[in-house]
T-cell receptor, first 116, second 109 residues
Framework: DSGVTQTPKHLITATGQRVTLRCSPR?????VYWYQQSLDQGLQFLIQ???????AKGNILERFSAQQFPDLHSELNLSSLELGDSALYFC???????????????FGPGTRLTVL | GIQVEQSPPDLILQEGANSTLRCNFS?????LQWFHQNPWGQLINLFY???GTKQNGRLSATTVATERYSLLYISSSQTTDSGVYFC???????????FGSGTKLNVKP
């Protein structure tokens, strides 16, 4: 158990819908990362937040947005869902900060999204 | 961005055998991690190793940062070692993480 929690574990929805994935980091971690793992694209970095502010941006679609709240939990919002958005979405956390060693990431169990 | 290449893509071993997995990366990195994704999809930290050598039980890893590669050694493999092994890096010039495509390991009893 990494200490990172994600809800829900599974989500089935229809095209065009909007969903919200939730992540709680390990106690003491300030950074949260979101990743998408699909069969054809592998593991793709989406976005990173550090202490409430966006720190880095990856291959995140405009239909997707995220935020980190004052209690440090994070939410990833996916809207206008398409069949191709079906994937495993992971959240990871790290201590954060300027030292590279503070960026060792620990992954949550993931949310499996199925878009029908 | 940073290109991350892992080899071999697939590996089949008999229980008890040893193996070496390789990760090459195209730019200087300040963060390198090895993960094991088990058959249930869980990503498990193995090593945080931007440089040097570390050991943890039957697993060890070495990163030669100047030559831009890292190696993961698995000794006396067990069926529970099956799954996909990923290397992930972040570079000094790119504030994003990049994953390799993984090595899929199947350890047969």
């Amino acid at each position: 158990d990494s200490g990172v929690t994600q809800t829900p574990k599974h989500l089935i929805t229809a095209t065009g819908q909007r969903v919200t994935l939730r992540c709680s980091p390990r106690s003491g971690d300030l950074s949260v990362y979101w990743y998408q793992q699909s069969l054809d694209q592998g593991l793709q970095f989406l976005i990173q937040y550090y202490n409430g502010e966006e720190r880095a941006k990856g291959n995140i679609l405009e239909r997707f947005s995220a935020q980190q709240f004052p209690d440090l939990h994070s939410e990833l919002n996916l809207s206008s869902l398409e069949l191709g958005d079906s994937a495993l979405y992971f959240c990871a956390s790290s201590l954060g900060g300027t030292s590279a060693s503070y960026n060792e990431q620990f992954f949550g169990p993931g949310t499996r999204l199925t878009v029908l | 961005g940073i290109q991350v290449e892992q080899s071999p893509p697939d590996l089949i071993l008999q229980e008890g055998a040893n193996s070496t997995l390789r990760c090459n990366f195209s730019d200087s990195v300040n963060n390198l991690q090895w993960f094991h994704q088990n058959p249930w999809g869980q990503l498990i930290n193995l090593f945080y190793i931007p440089s040097g050598t570390k050991q943890n039980g039957r697993l060890s890893a070495t990163t030669v940062a100047t030559e831009r590669y890292s190696l993961l050694y698995i000794s006396s493999s067990q069926t529970t070692d099956s799954g996909v092994y990923f290397c992930a890096v972040r570079g000094y010039n790119f504030n994003k993480f990049y994953f390799g495509s993984g090595t899929k390991l199947n350890v047969k009893p």
